[in-house]
């Protein structure tokens, strides 16, 4: 048996299956969601559907060709592609032309290209080929300062010189890579407080207390911090007598401001931050005592997250674009426009709800057909399953891909080398991210940021990253059992 042929009966046919449903049931509704009576074909290049059957093709062919490229290839060029790359996402600016605030897409000639979604597969390279060295152990955060730049270089690139929030957000999701490769939990919990403060903070900063002065933002955002703390001591030192005088400190604070409150306009922005600071002073004090000094580090979280919340304001005014900001009032009900920023959720959201249990029927939408919903055959393509295929084609389709996700981390346990099994996790992360953050923006749980559904939402450049990047995946995974040397 030849080595290509020893390939491809290695590929996992499951998967590549799990693939094709999605991306030709994906067809159907892009078609249906450009539906008018007077529609032409699905496979005519005149419509949205068929240049998709077109994207299809194409993305098929570069996957097969990504197939029969031995792997130990991606692994040698890793660095080269991605420095490459950094230079073309510099570029792009240049040569793109301004689409909704983005200056992200490049003109071929009647063809539009987005070189920042393959920016995803090349930097999943570029720290597959680092973290897959066999020396490399991730041992403190000094083994994870180079990872963290390979993957800030091109997110920052495109959120700040293409103005492209969504997909720079994509990069995101290698955390759960570095977290199953020795990353802490503390990291994971670190940024996902930093995200609850940034929400706090904008929700509720202008929100008066009903007793003293003080804002409710100010207030929650202290007592999360003061969480941290305390549950840092319950759950790192197991002390329950030390997590109990941590809490009697607050407690008691609180009390004497309200106390207090009683004959003085009591401002408890500045009672939390006495309870914060004394709080933090006794676990100090307490760990300094035992000299546990990594445990420190509580207290270097909690001062920057305090300029954190200091800053959030400035971020949200002088930061973000005019319409991202719209875009978070409404999510976190602090504007109401459904005529304009919230014109797309609420949109989609009643043709979910129209689409029942069991759906209306193929091409028998009628939000789809009246154009109720923009943008409904890319970032809001699941409203058109919805409302034509009901809750059970909703859920049939979650269940899908959730197999699919399951599938490409089964994939990933089973590799035998670091590169590939790094390389495997970050595109499991990727299509996890993209997967939740667009069914949750359709249904207005998080903010509208325009990110694609995986092989299912309208676009050649989404299609073909996508595809090469599940390519080369199958194509390591195929070679697990005959590895180089």
């Known amino acids: 048996m030849t080595r290509n042929n020893s390939i491809i009966s290695g590929l996992d046919w499951w998967t590549i299956a799990l693939f094709l449903a999605i991306a030709l049931f994906g067809w159907l509704n892009i078609y249906a969601a450009g539906y008018t009576f007077d529609q032409t074909s699905m496979f005519d290049l005149s419509n949205r559907a068929g240049k998709q059957f077109l994207w299809i093709g194409i993305a098929c062919v ?134 609850l403060l940034f929400i706090v903070t904008i929700r509720f900063g202008e929100v008066a207390l009903p007793l003293g002065t003080g804002s409710v933002g100010v207030l929650l955002c202290y007592l999360v911090l003061m969480a941290v703390v305390v549950g840092f001591a319950w759950l790192h030192e197991q ?49 300094i005592y035992r000299r546990r000094f990594l445990m420190l580090l509580v207290t270097a979280y909690v001062a920057v997250a305090l300029l954190f919340c ?90 899908v891909y959730l197999i699919f996700i399951l599938r490409l981390l089964s994939i990933a346990e089973r590799q035998r080398d670091n590169y590939s099994k790094i390389y495997a996790y970050c595109v499991a992360g990727i299509f996890f991210f993209h997967l939740t953050i667009n069914i949750g923006m359709v249904l207005g749980l998080l903010p509208v940021i325009g990110i694609p559904l995986p092989f299912f939402s309208y676009g050649g450049s989404s299609m073909i990253s996508f595809t090469i990047l599940l390519a080369i995946l199958l194509r390591l995974d195929a070679e697990r059992l005959n590895k180089w040397q």
């Not at 994870?144 to 997110?155: C, H, N, S, Y």
């Not at 991202?324 to 959201?349: C, F, M």
């Open 62 to 195: 570069l996957g097969i060709a990504v197939l029969f490229i031995e792997g130990r290839t991606y692994e040698v060029t890793a660095y080269l592609i991605y420095a490459f790359w950094l230079l073309v996402l510099l570029a792009t600016p240049f040569l793109a032309h301004n689409t909704k605030g983005s200056m992200s897409w490049i003109d071929i000639g009647p063809l539009k290209f987005q070189p920042a979604e393959l920016a995803k597969m090349i930097t999943a390279l570029a720290l597959a080929k680092y973290m897959g060295r066999f020396d490399y152990k991730v041992r403190s955060w000094r083994d994870l300062m180079i990872p963290f730049m390979l993957l800030a270089l091109p997110a920052g690139i495109i959120m700040v010189w293409q103005s492209e929030t969504g997909s720079a957000l994509v990069f995101a999701s290698f955390l759960i890579m570095f977290y199953r490769f020795g990353m802490s939990g503390y990291v994971l919990t670190g940024g996902l407080s930093f995200a």
């Open 310 to 399: 200091q800053a959030c304001t400035i971020v949200f005014e002088k930061v973000l674009q005019p319409h991202q900001k719209t875009r978070i009032e409404v999510l976190l009900g602090l504007k109401d426009d459904p005529a304009g920023a919230g014109y797309n959720v609420n949109q989609s959201l009643i043709a979910i709800g129209s689409g029942q249990f069991t759906g209306k029927g193929f091409l028998q939408g009628t939000q789809t057909k009246l154009r109720f919903v923009p943008e409904q055959d890319t970032d809001f393509i699941f409203c058109t399953v919805g409302e034509e295929w009901g809750f059970l084609g909703s859920a049939g389709l979650l269940i």
């Open 239 to 287: 002390d329950g007598k030390n997590t109990l005088i941590l809490c009697g400190i607050i407690v008691f604070c609180y009390a004497a401001g309200l106390i207090a409150n009683i004959w003085l306009n009591v401002n408890f922005n500045l009672v939390s931050l006495i309870a914060l600071l004394a709080t933090l002073a006794y676990f100090t004090g307490v760990v």
